[in-house]
């Protein structure tokens, strides 16, 4: 399953040459909607252009002046509404500004008079009788009295030369140089400038006299990529390798290429929270590793010249390719593209899996900044606000409870326990009868905790399954059920009466059955009932008590069971 | 059935409504599209991207619709499958004039039509190819052959050229979206 949709783009038209960092990608209207903006270095006849592309639509085509060097979109203030961006376009030692596609500031670099002492030794410099070793000599010690800076780039390389490269040079020179012209070697907003030599990576800052050497690399650079998470370098390699090096310079990890790398681009997936370099191989793959693992191969059947990965058109994701062919290709990654090992069926190495790889930890804003030095500042009278605010937090959090207790606490002594209903259902023939009380809380706002109910029983009568039950809380209007067995009690010798209880409809003091609600922490009950218990009908009397009963009575009527 | 269940059932077809969801991605003009079917007293002068989604009521054809408008911002595309379960009928909204994006509405219709929730069911598909009047607009055929709509074989569709701004397109649409809806759902209901 690919991760990408490809864009179809019309080929006939579009044939562009161009550097890596001659493509940009801007919002050229303010309408969130970016355009690809291109500087082209022409072809044969035709002269350098730039080419505004929407999507895969070419919309514009504006000849420039020189080759270009380098092209950034940016804009001049961030504040609403945005003024339209401006596009930049570096020549080898000016910069010329566009804005809506016309040029509208011209900038070119200070060159600066030379040195008179520099001026006087060239003047010797080119005159044949000097051009012997030993004249030569002092010249160029002169030369070299002067600081390395100030001097032309001429003299520079000369002083680089051997004597015997020096005397051949100046036998080919015609023109002295006359003024020092600043050259432009790369054009970008980015803070943090790297720009490459022959094999070494230099880093270059606001206000350093010069490149600092960051490291140097066995084979030619390809190019150069600086990962903005945590600043690592990437670096591509004539010897078909892929280093990684920290922003201190120490090489951290480097694989090997199946085949030669000819460009790279980062692929930032924010949502996913990878930045991926995406590396194009001579034999047309494209891989997009993450850190040293590969996620994804993606074959483009053609030598990529030049790729760019950024939001085009209204699409965040898209992978920019120009061919060496002059084609443009556009990848859209997908909405449900995974890069993760699992999905991407990598296995783990176990080396891999310790955390080699940073965390993407968001760097601390402004606000963060700024309110840990507040919170340094006023760290006594922070700790006392805020020991004051969860000391009142508490002291509500006791108000509400408090209150709830009291209003839950239905004393008797206190108020009248008539929100308080219990009732008592009694089923069955016995000797084993179902009671069910029912306690029902009618009050509209109370609720009732710690409530239990207690069976008041002759032990001799009867048996009480459960004589003690507790109740849980009763909300508001709320109504349990609390369904009891209560066996009744025969001794040994039945009393005849007992039988004759169904007809005269009589129980007698023992088949009463005390129920009382008593409340926690209360000495006497909150509501007492009674409930007659139905006398158990004969014949489910027990039969072996019955016998027993029905023995002894026989005595005096023997035949009265019987009889029955 | 006899002429007067089918009149009794038509009728209670035209109170009760009929879920259809808004999708398409984001810009394509979903909202705009739901704001010109709108009385014209309420109509709103700008729409603003949608956050989450927003339900709508119109009627055509008989029908009342209970419209969601859906965000199509790439985030909130997760969310579309949530309502694909009570959904009678989907309008797609393709922005015909964003050549480039267009492989991404097929992908995500593509998604659409092979959810299990959707897949197989007899769900009328109205696809509105919007913005027809704006500079490059493809025509609905074109727009047709990008979504590789000739390979849908579950559902009947319909695609018709549309300008939200103006409403130019959209009675059309809506008409068929309620005749498929009319005489697709009469007949599954008694059997
Ligand atoms: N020229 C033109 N512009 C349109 C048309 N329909 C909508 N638009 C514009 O497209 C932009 C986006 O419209 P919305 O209706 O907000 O898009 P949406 O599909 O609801 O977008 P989300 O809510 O983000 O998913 C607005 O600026 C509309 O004015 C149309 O038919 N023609
Ligand atoms: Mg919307």
Known sequence: MTRWLDVEVGTDDIDLITLPSNLALVDLQNDNEFKLVVGDLGRGEEGPKLKVFKGAMQISDTILPDLPLGVVGFSINESMPRSVPLIAVAYSSCVYMYRNLKIFYKYYLPSSELNMCEIEVWKQLTNPSYHNIESLQSLTDSLGAIPHKLL????????????????????????????????????????????????????LKRDWPEGRILFNTDEHIIAVEVVTADNSVMVICADNTLACYSKKGKKQWCLTLEHRPVAMTLVPVLHLGVTLTAVALATGHVHLYDGKARRDTIFVRDLVSVMKFGQLGQEEHVLIIVTGGGNLMLKILKRTADFSAHAAGVQLSPHAAGGQRPWL????????????????????????????????LRLLAAKTLLEAHVKSDNSIGIGPMDSLRLTAEVEGLGPVFRVTLIIENTSKEKAVIGLAILFHVHTINYKVSNPYIKVPLLSPGGKLKFPTKIEEVFDDQINPDVLFRPVTGQGGERS??????????KTTPILAATVQMPPTDPMMLPFDKMQAAAGLESNEDSNWFTKT | MGLLDKLSVWLGRGKAEVTVLVLGLDNSGKSTLLNALRAPEQRVAHTTPTVAQQQEHFQSGGVSFSAWDVSGAPRHRALWERHYRRAHAVIFVVDSADHLRLVVAREEMELLLAHPDMFGRRVPLLIFANKSDAAHALAPMQVAAALCLERITDKPWHICASCALSGAGIADGVTWLARQLRDGLVPTQHT
């Open chain 1, 512 to 521: 009463l059955v005390k129920v009382l609600l008593v409340k926690e922490g």
């Open chain 1, 361 to 392: 930890i968001p760097k601390k804003s402004k606000l963060f900044l700024e309110q840990s030095v507040r919170e340094r500042e006023n760290a006594v009278s922070m700790h006392q606000t805020f020991q004051h605010e969860l000391n009142r």
């Open chain 1, 152 to 203: 032309s780039p001429q003299s520079q390389n000369l002083l680089d030369l051997t004597p015997d490269q020096q005397l051949e040079y100046l036998e080919n020179i015609t023109d002295v140089p006359s003024k020092k012209n600043a050259e432009i070697v790369c054009i970008t907003t980015l803070k943090l400038h790297s720009i490459e030599r022959e094999k070494s990576v230099c880093i």
